[in-house]
């Protein structure tokens, strides 16, 4: 007769398996750091470098900076701040998948990996690092959406990181941050901490100057009705749609902004009223 622990044992173990082994860092193109564990994953889906509009001068930078990070150059960290929906997210997939492109019709072994990490995996950043230290290829590590309030912890993890702590970051790593906020942290939450503090000034500029640690910071604004129009009209012309200008510029009414974002839901709309399919970007 089996063993009755043997059977419950069996049994959690059914319910609640192993984690899967983590990714090997040297294979593949994209991978999700979460709970310490590195996954491997499909590629993200990527717009074609052209269809970006309004944002010119931050696909220049970004891209020949990440270039430059590909060939073994010295490279910045990275801060994309400003406006919902501009892009700045699709941005990274692109450029990153674009020099991917270039690397494999050159014969590149490797790549340039892009590793996401999650807001809240920010303090394990050092155990993704001694995971990439020693592959040979170069990584971007990604951040997308990150703003700090009240969570202490995550904050101090990515400024020591910007900082440079005893603890070395490998050369071959660099960082992007995504963030609505140009500061990264609320300032309504700095203004309360200043307000309790012994030398308000200093902690003002302390909790003000996280983003001064990168060393290329790009803004992105909200988008006039011409490159909100041109936007809807790029997406359009790429996918076969016809559309008409006052019906975008209601649809943007009805949201009450226009960006990249909303341009790409009314062009959505158009392709679901002509009875189309388009991927999702």
């Known amino acids: ?132 230290a020693h592959v040979q290829r170069r990584f971007v590590v990604y951040a997308d959406d990150v703003s700090f309030e009240a969570d202490e912890r995550q904050y101090k993890a990515l400024r020591s990181v910007l900082d440079g702590g005893i603890e070395a970051r490998p050369d071959h790593v660099r960082l992007i941050v995504t963030s609505n906020r140009r500061h990264l942290v609320a300032r309504e939450h700095a203004d309360a901490e200043a307000a309790s503090a012994v030398n308000a000034r200093d902690v003002l500029d302390d909790r003000l100057a996280l983003a001064d640690r990168f060393g290329l910071s790009l803004g992105f604004h909200n988008a006039d009705q011409a490159a909100y129009l041109a936007m809807c009209a790029g997406y359009a012309a790429a996918h076969g749609l016809d559309f008409g200008e006052a019906d975008a510029l209601a649809w943007a009414a009805g949201r009450g902004h226009r960006s990249g974002r909303v341009a790409w839901q009314f062009v959505t709309e158009l392709a679901g009223q002509q009875n189309r399919a388009i991927a999702p970007r």
């Open 1 to 132: 007769m089996t063993d009755p622990l043997a059977r419950i044992a069996a049994a959690l173990d059914r319910l609640a398996p192993p984690p899967p082994p983590a990714a090997d860092p040297a294979v593949g193109n994209a991978f999700v750091f979460e709970h310490g564990l590195l996954r491997a994953v499909a590629p993200p889906p990527a717009q074609p470098l052209a269809r970006f509009v309004g944002v010119d001068a931050q696909l220049g930078a970004l891209l020949a900076n990440l270039r430059r990070h590909a060939g073994g150059a010295a490279a910045h960290d990275v801060l994309l701040w400003g406006a919902r929906g501009m892009g700045k997210s699709s941005l990274v997939r692109s450029i990153h998948a674009a020099i991917v492109a270039d690397s494999e019709g050159d014969g590149g072994a490797g790549g340039l990996a892009l590793v996401q990490v999650a807001r809240d995996d920010l303090d394990r950043l050092p155990d993704l690092f001694r995971t990439l």
